[in-house]
């Protein structure tokens, strides 16, 4: 009787310790990104700035599979990429661009993430339908996305594809569902090889609400002062 009763501790101690793990690991890996093989500035001035970002805001909630979600300010529904991009597009004047697809992907949770695991499994190309006309013209690109399924989405695949980054300068941010950024940052190095890899930004998802000010600090550190906004 004292082992069953032992075991049964150990089994309740046990499931405790990985749902404080789960929820710790929600949060992890927010703020700059460690990657040595990455630039922490930005190289030159005078740059010419883009922010391009995909978004997917929901109608409903989210779980630990994906980090596409919603964000709702003053009674406006952001995605939760769409909302990070405005805050750095306003503090750098850089233009903005939403990566949009051809297809409509559903707007509610669950049969979001099943489509995107699908396309995953497929190692699907979703056509684009937006394109940047001046792509020429900018030569730092901020580049947001969300984690599905520990991985960009696949229409950030046929974005890499559609656009010649050589000579460029990279800039990522994620907000992730406890995944951080998942190898995301070395798969686009591996895509863009000719491209300068900046040191990115990452959200959890449970953070975004309250991210302003760092990721404010992030972009002023990256030495873009010369386009940067002050408050």
Known sequence: MKAIYRN???LVSLSIAIVVMACTNDDAAD???QNPDAEEVVPGTNHKILVAY???PERDGVDASTGASRLVVNGTL???MEYVAGIIADETGADRFQIKTVKTYPASHQPLIEEAQEEQNNNA????S????????????FIGYPIWWSNMPQAMYTFFDTYDFKGKTIIPFTVHGGSGWAGT???????EPEATMIQGYSISRNNVSRAREGVIRWV???NLTTNAKTE
Do not use: C, K, W
């Open 8 to 10: 049964l501790i150990l």
């Open 31 to 33: 703020g700059i990104e």
């Open 54 to 56: 995909f978004t997917m």
């Open 78 to 80: 952001y995605g939760h």
């Open 125 to 128: 190309r979703p056509a684009l």
């Open 130 to 141: 937006t394109q940047i006309e001046n792509f020429d013209d900018y030569d730092v690109i």
């Open 185 to 191: 940052t070395s798969t686009i190095a591996r895509m």
């Open 220 to 222: 002023r550190g990256l």
